[in-house]
Protein backbone atom coordinates (compact mmCIF):
# COMPACT_ATOMS: atom_id res chain seq x y z
CA UNK A 1 0.00 0.00 0.00
CA UNK A 2 1.47 3.39 -0.83
CA UNK A 3 1.71 5.50 1.81
CA UNK A 4 2.92 9.38 2.26
CA UNK A 5 3.27 10.93 5.63
CA UNK A 6 3.76 14.36 6.38
CA UNK A 7 5.28 16.30 9.62
CA UNK A 8 6.55 19.38 10.64
CA UNK A 9 3.44 21.64 10.08
CA UNK A 10 2.76 24.19 12.71
CA UNK A 11 2.30 27.98 13.86
CA UNK A 12 4.96 30.12 12.91
CA UNK A 13 5.16 34.01 12.90
CA UNK A 14 6.08 36.04 9.49
CA UNK A 15 9.58 35.75 8.48
CA UNK A 16 10.12 32.69 10.49
CA UNK A 17 10.91 29.14 9.02
CA UNK A 18 10.04 25.51 8.81
CA UNK A 19 11.06 22.44 7.64
CA UNK A 20 7.97 19.71 6.15
CA UNK A 21 9.29 16.20 5.96
CA UNK A 22 7.28 13.48 4.33
CA UNK A 23 7.93 9.54 4.85
CA UNK A 24 6.90 7.86 2.24
CA UNK A 25 6.13 3.71 1.76
CA UNK A 26 4.59 0.91 -0.50
CA UNK A 27 6.60 1.84 -3.44
CA UNK A 28 10.01 2.53 -4.93
CA UNK A 29 10.57 5.49 -3.85
CA UNK A 30 14.12 6.58 -5.57
CA UNK A 31 11.69 5.45 -9.19
CA UNK A 32 9.37 8.54 -8.84
CA UNK A 33 9.29 12.60 -8.90
CA UNK A 34 8.11 14.23 -6.19
CA UNK A 35 6.48 16.96 -5.08
CA UNK A 36 4.57 19.28 -2.24
CA UNK A 37 1.54 20.45 -2.78
CA UNK A 38 -0.39 23.10 -0.85
CA UNK A 39 -4.16 23.93 -0.66
CA UNK A 40 -5.47 27.02 1.33
CA UNK A 41 -9.30 27.83 2.20
CA UNK A 42 -10.68 29.74 -1.03
CA UNK A 43 -7.51 29.10 -3.25
CA UNK A 44 -6.44 27.12 -6.19
CA UNK A 45 -4.77 24.03 -4.97
CA UNK A 46 -0.85 24.78 -6.36
CA UNK A 47 1.90 22.48 -6.89
CA UNK A 48 4.55 24.70 -4.84
CA UNK A 49 7.91 22.51 -5.65
CA UNK A 50 8.50 19.40 -7.38
CA UNK A 51 12.10 17.25 -7.60
CA UNK A 52 12.88 15.00 -10.21
CA UNK A 53 13.65 11.37 -9.07
CA UNK A 54 17.67 11.55 -9.60
CA UNK A 55 17.47 14.44 -7.65
CA UNK A 56 19.18 17.13 -9.81
CA UNK A 57 15.87 18.87 -11.25
CA UNK A 58 13.68 20.82 -9.10
CA UNK A 59 10.74 22.98 -9.92
CA UNK A 60 9.48 25.99 -7.81
CA UNK A 61 6.13 28.09 -8.22
CA UNK A 62 6.97 31.57 -8.96
CA UNK A 63 5.57 32.82 -5.26
CA UNK A 64 7.87 30.72 -3.34
CA UNK A 65 10.87 30.75 -5.48
CA UNK A 66 14.00 31.81 -3.65
CA UNK A 67 11.97 31.28 -0.04
CA UNK A 68 11.34 27.08 -0.45
CA UNK A 69 13.76 24.31 -1.11
CA UNK A 70 12.69 21.33 -2.03
CA UNK A 71 15.29 18.23 -1.04
CA UNK A 72 14.67 14.45 -0.83
CA UNK A 73 17.10 11.40 0.10
CA UNK A 74 16.47 8.17 -1.73
CA UNK A 75 18.04 6.01 0.52
CA UNK A 76 16.00 7.24 3.86
CA UNK A 77 12.74 7.42 1.39
CA UNK A 78 11.97 10.81 2.30
CA UNK A 79 10.80 14.22 0.81
CA UNK A 80 11.86 17.25 2.71
CA UNK A 81 10.67 21.39 1.74
CA UNK A 82 12.21 23.92 3.50
CA UNK A 83 10.27 27.20 4.36
CA UNK A 84 11.55 30.49 4.44
CA UNK A 85 10.95 34.04 5.07
CA UNK A 86 7.39 32.84 5.45
CA UNK A 87 4.24 35.04 4.90
CA UNK A 88 0.75 35.05 5.78
CA UNK A 89 -0.33 33.75 2.23
CA UNK A 90 1.88 31.00 2.90
CA UNK A 91 -0.50 29.50 5.33
CA UNK A 92 -1.96 26.45 3.84
CA UNK A 93 -2.54 22.82 3.97
CA UNK A 94 1.00 21.40 2.59
CA UNK A 95 0.94 18.06 1.10
CA UNK A 96 3.51 15.28 -0.09
CA UNK A 97 2.34 13.94 -3.38
CA UNK A 98 3.69 11.29 -5.50
CA UNK A 99 4.04 11.11 -8.99
CA UNK A 100 1.76 8.55 -11.04
CA UNK A 101 4.61 7.44 -13.07
CA UNK A 102 8.15 6.24 -12.59
CA UNK A 103 10.35 8.14 -14.47
CA UNK A 104 8.43 11.27 -15.30
CA UNK A 105 10.03 13.55 -16.51
CA UNK A 106 8.85 17.20 -14.37
CA UNK A 107 10.14 19.72 -16.90
CA UNK A 108 7.61 18.20 -19.46
CA UNK A 109 4.38 18.07 -17.25
CA UNK A 110 1.99 20.79 -18.10
CA UNK A 111 -0.35 20.36 -15.82
CA UNK A 112 1.32 18.87 -12.81
CA UNK A 113 -1.40 19.02 -10.35
CA UNK A 114 -2.89 15.69 -13.21
CA UNK A 115 0.85 14.13 -12.35
CA UNK A 116 1.07 14.86 -8.88
CA UNK A 117 -2.70 13.59 -7.38
CA UNK A 118 -1.67 10.73 -5.33
CA UNK A 119 -1.25 12.50 -1.87
CA UNK A 120 -0.87 12.03 1.50
CA UNK A 121 -3.26 13.65 4.51
CA UNK A 122 -1.06 16.69 4.95
CA UNK A 123 0.56 18.83 7.45
CA UNK A 124 -1.08 22.65 8.49
CA UNK A 125 1.14 25.58 8.10
CA UNK A 126 -0.08 28.60 9.57
CA UNK A 127 1.48 32.18 9.44
CA UNK A 128 0.52 34.79 11.36
CA UNK A 129 1.74 38.78 11.13
Known amino acids: EVQLVESGGGLVQSGESLRLSCEAS????????MAWVRQAPGKEVEVVASIHHTVDKTRYADDVKGRFTIVRDNAKNTLYLHLASLNVEDTARYHC??????????????????????RGPGTQVTVSS
Open 97 to 118: AKDRSAYGVIGDYRNPLQNFAF
Open 26 to 33: GFNFPNYA
